[in-house]
Every structure is written in structure tokens, then in C-alpha cells.
């Protein structure tokens, strides 16, 4: 039998007083039910966050690329550097996700620290850079694993053409199976996710040791720790090594998605908060011993990486030091950890899109905002998310550089998702913001101020270009796709949204017997309306005992009332 206490209906019974639940009281804050299962522990909220944060999906892919732009020095060196910077960030969110525990992340936080004439505004762009940073990585993710797996099919049959329409293809299968994954129940998802972490645990440890163990001829540590070569073509080696944050960068994002399933997870003021700060943690100390053991195990730079026929370059570097049978099975780890990661970026995604749809911000609201009732889970969401991912993945086909852009898009539009919460509880609401049970008291300013300027410094960093000569074939198109979505959002917003997208919240109506049936009751039983109610979500609701379940009264807003474009 479930835990009582981590019931997400559960009513207090105190003196002929209902008090209800600090999750609930935020959900109602906002005008929000409870929809879905709340069943998630604090070690699946992390699962979830720690897969996308995979290390082994992140960093694989692009290994060979970081080493062509600074050798080892940037694989290393520059893992430390954003993995201290990355858990700056993950402060801050953590924080504001302490004290405001809805699905929806930065885009629900940032209804509650901007400023009242900029609400809907800023809550519009937050939650589309959001959407696409998670959707856009669920391309990359899925497309690097259709990389490897080509990869593999050429270790095993070296006269095997794995075109790069056969990569696509396989690119289209691993995605249509996430999206039948995360159709299902999320306590499934949450045992799913469960295995990911061990999966990515014991199967990183797996490849060190033996990696370590059977290649011969390794590198000296000199080598590892100082070995510095710059192949992009720009005569600058401090550009060079800058450029290659990417990887790093790229592989420590998504973690927001522990947020995301705020309202799927039990105590969630406090078991968010550590889902997004063990994701990174966890994620940069394996991630450091992953590249270093690599890294020793390079034994010919210039074969192995610089003039490598097989790609990625780490499946050569792998094959060489130990064998193919070895290789083969670092091969189903690393897809495995992909096959994973994309998984659990799905399904953060999807409780994005739910979240934003359920306040009219999206087309189509009234289908992606669905909570199907058998699973209890957006069913329409996933889909949709499926769908674009599948769509961004045709740049694969028609441009040689086209995965780093996606890379770098997926970057920059989390970036800019966490970097609007973070700079307003650093300025507008610094005073007004009301701290969760996870705070970082008189430290919050100087790591707000550190994150936003980090944010700000990788973001420019990776429109850049990535190789010289810049050609057409080569340039880094992720300036132009991103402009381009977040542009045609903001004029969406402008000619039609904003004549009825307010900001999140009042997605539920109440019957007219109703304990919360108007403003004036509610703030007569000691619940505030909008402009009273607290930024806490850790606040908790006292109202008089109904003769029913409050619950059983609430019902969701009909098409007809919910705040939705008219379509």
C-alpha cells in the first residue's frame, strides 16, 4: 500500500479543518488540480534529470570533434569548467523550483518573478526556449544514437554502406518507440528511469575499468592532462578551446526536466530541488572519469582521430584497445545510455508542452493540454514533440555540420529557458521572492549573478562558427533556427496571443457549491486570490471542512472557458 503521507489528495483532518498538502496548496495557488499520479520518489525525480544530463549520450557523439578543436585539454579541462559553472545554474533553479513546485519549470517560475505588466510576455518566450531546448535535444539524442548504431553495423560488416538515409530512418524508429514509451503510466516511466541510472552507473564504471585494463601503449598523463592541438582551421587556440565547451555544455542541460515532473513527484518542494542538483553532480564526476579514462586510452592522435575513417572516433579508439568483442559491448551500453536519454527528454518535454497548453500557449491546446484518463498521462504532447524532433531531423540530412547546430540549439534555447527565471529573482524579485525549503541564503545573489553571466557568455559562444573556412556547407545555422522559432513565436504573440494569454494559472473552475467557488470565498476560508497569494509553494492552505471532498468538486475548465487560441 502507497505511503499515506505522499498522497496528492490527502486532507488533514485537525479540529473540523481540512489542511491541505504544500504541492497542492502551490497547484492551487495557480488555479491548478491535481491531474496526474503524484508516484514519483525523490531517486526517480533525479533518474529522470540524470538521463538527460547522460553523460554517455552527451559526450560520446561529439568526443572526437572536442579533440580536433583543442586536444585533450579541451575534453578534460573543459568538463571541469562548465561542470563547476553548470552546478552554479542548477543552484539558482534549484532554488526557485524549491519554492514554486509546478510542471512547467521556468516558464510557471517566471509568472511569479516578473514583473505584472510583463507576465504573459516573458512567460511566453521562457516557456517556448524551454520547449525547444528539451524538444530539439530529444533530435540530437536519438540522432546520436542512429550515429553509433551505423557505426556498429560498420565495425560488424565493413562493406556495409550505412547511408546517411539509412541513419535517418533508423533516427525515425528510435524516436516513434520513445514516443509509445511515454504514452504509458509514468510509474512505469519512473521504474524505466530507474534502470537508466544504474544502466548509465555501472555501465560507465564497466568501460573504465576495462577500457584501462586491456589497451595497451596508453597515453602518459602529461599527454592527457596537457596535450593541446587546434585542427579547426582559426589561428586563435584560446577560440579554438572556447568552441569546444560545446560538448560539455550540450551534455550538462535538460536537467530542468526534474522540475518539469514537479507535480508527478512526491514532496516535491525538496525532492525537486535535489533531483536537479544530483543530475549535475552526478553527472560531472562521472563524466570527468569517463573523458579522462578515454583519453588514456588514445594511443595514435593522428590515426585514430584526426585522420579517422570511423565514425564517431571513440568507436576506433575503443576497437583498438580492446578488440572487437570488447567494443561491441561498450557499444550497447553507450546505445543503451542514448536509448535512455532520449527517453527520459521525452517525457520532461512532454510535461513542458502539457503545462504550457493547459494556459492556452500553445496551437492546439485543447488536444495537448489532454491528460488521457487511463494513464493519467498528455498523450497528444508526447506526440507532438515526437513529431517536431522528427522534423528537426531532416537538417541532418541536408547539411555536413548540422549536428552541432542542433547540439547548439538545444544549448541555447535551455540557456536562455534558465537564464529569464534566474535574472529576475536576481533583480525584480530579489526582495520579494519567498524562499522554498531549499534556499541558498546569503549566497543567492553572487551565484545568480555568476549563472546569468556564464549564460550569457556559452550562449554567444555557440552561434559561432566551428571550423574555418566558413562555407555554406559548414557554417553553424543554429543563429538562423533559433532566431527563427523564437521569432515566429514572439510575432505569434503579438498578432494573436496576447488577446487572451494571460500567464499560467486559472486552469480549473470550480462547481457553484463549490468550497473555492469565487475569489471572495476562497479568501474568505484563508486562500488568496491572485494578487494576494504567496510566491511559496511551500505555503499551506487551512479551509473549513465541506461535507465532500473539495476535490470531488473540482472540475477542468471547458474548452469554452479555458484561455485558448482559436484553434
Not at 536509448?339 to 500553445?362: H, I, K, N, P, Q
Request: aromatic share 14%.
Amino acid at each position: 500500500m502507497a505511503d499515506p503521507l505522499y498522497d496528492p489528495n490527502k486532507i488533514c483532518q485537525e479540529d473540523g479543518l481540512e489542511q491541505v498538502s504544500s504541492d497542492q496548496a502551490a497547484l492551487a495557488s495557480f488555479g491548478y488540480k491535481q491531474e496526474m499520479n503524484k508516484t514519483m520518489s525523490t531517486i526517480s525525480n533525479f533518474s529522470i534529470a540524470f538521463g538527460c544530463c547522460s553523460i554517455l549520450s552527451g559526450l560520446t557523439p561529439l568526443w572526437g570533434d572536442v579533440m580536433l578543436m583543442g586536444g585533450s585539454i579541451s575534453v578534460v579541462w573543459g568538463w571541469v569548467i562548465v561542470s563547476f559553472f553548470t552546478f552554479g545554474v542548477g543552484l539558482s533553479l534549484a532554488e526557485i523550483c524549491s519554492s514554486i513546485t509546478v510542471t512547467g519549470g521556468p516558464y510557471v517560475w517566471v509568472s511569479r518573478l516578473a514583473p505584472p505588466a510583463w507576465v504573459p510576455l516573458a512567460c511566453f518566450v521562457t516557456g517556448w526556449c524551454n520547449w525547444l531546448g528539451l524538444t530539439v535535444a530529444i533530435t540530437s539524442a536519438d540522432l546520436g544514437l542512429a550515429t553509433f548504431m551505423s557505426s556498429v553495423i560498420h565495425v560488424a560488416y565493413p562493406d556495409a554502406n550505412v547511408s546517411i538515409y539509412w541513419q535517418y530512418g533508423i533516427f525515425l524508429a528510435i524516436v516513434m518507440i520513445h514516443g509509445v514509451i511515454n504514452s504509458i503510466s509514468v510509474k512505469y516511466n519512473g521504474i524505466f528511469n530507474e534502470v537508466s541510472l544504474w544502466w548509465h552507473l555501472i555501465g560507465t564504471l564497466l568501460i573504465v575499468i576495462v577500457a584501462l585494463v586491456l589497451t595497451p601503449n596508453k597515453a602518459s598523463a602529461s599527454w592527457v592532462f596537457t596535450f593541446f592541438e587546434n585542427h579547426t582551421g582559426f589561428s586563435s587556440n584560446t577560440y579554438a578551446f572556447l568552441i569546444g565547451l560545446l560538448q560539455s555544455q550540450y551534455t550538462l542541460s535538460g536537467f530542468d526536466s526534474a522540475a518539469q515532473m514537479s507535480e508527478e513527484t512526491r514532496d516535491a518542494a525538496t525532492s525537486a530541488p535535489r533531483g536537479i542538483l544530483y543530475a549535475i553532480g552526478t553527472a560531472a564526476v562521472c563524466g570527468l572519469v569517463f573523458m579522462v579514462a578515454v583519453n588514456f586510452c588514445v594511443q595514435d592522435y593522428d590515426r585514430q582521430i584526426v585522420s579517422a575513417t570511423l565514425r564517431p572516433q571513440m568507436t576506433q579508439v575503443f576497437l583498438d584497445g580492446v578488440g572487437y568483442t570488447w567494443t561491441m559491448v561498450f557499444m550497447a551500453i553507450v546505445m543503451g545510455a542514448m536509448f535512455f536519454s532520449g527517453s527520459a527528454l521525452t517525457l520532461g518535454s512532454s510535461r513542458m508542452v502539457y503545462a504550457f497548453a493547459r494556459d492556452g500557449a500553445t496551437p492546439f491546446s485543447d488536444y495537448l493540454s489532454h491528460v488521457n484518463p487511463r494513464t493519467r498521462t498528455p498523450i497528444y504532447a508526447v506526440w507532438f514533440n515526437i513529431a517536431f524532433a522528427a522534423v528537426v531531423g531532416l537538417l541532418y540530412i541536408v547539411n555536413s555540420t548540422a549536428f552541432n547546430a542542433i547540439v547548439s540549439v538545444n544549448t541555447i534555447a535551455s540557456s536562455f529557458a534558465y537564464f529569464i527565471p534566474i535574472s529576475l529573482r536576481l533583480t525584480v524579485a530579489r526582495k520579494s521572492f519567498e524562499r522554498g525549503p531549499f534556499h541558498l541564503g546569503p549566497f543567492s545573489t553572487a551565484i545568480n549573478l555568476v549563472s546569468c553571466l556564464w549564460i550569457i557568455f556559452t550562449s554567444v559562444l555557440f552561434v559561432c562558427p566551428t571550423v574555418s573556412p566558413v562555407t555554406t556547407e559548414n557554417a553553424n545555422y543554429a543563429s538562423v533556427i533559433f532566431v527563427f522559432v523564437i521569432g515566429t513565436c514572439v510575432l505569434y504573440y503579438e498578432v494573436q496571443a496576447k488577446h487572451w494569454f494571460t500567464g499560467p494559472g486559472h486552469a480549473i473552475q470550480l462547481t457553484g457549491d463549490n468550497l473555492f467557488a469565487s475569489s471572495e470565498s476562497m479568501i474568505s476560508e484563508g486562500i488568496p486570490d491572485e494578487s494576494e497569494r504567496s510566491t511559496s509553494a511551500t505555503d499551506v492552505f487551512v479551509v473549513k471542512k465541506d461535507r465532500q471532498d473539495s476535490s470531488d468538486n473540482v472540475r477542468s475548465r471547458s474548452t469554452s472557458d479555458k484561455p485558448h487560441p482559436p484553434f
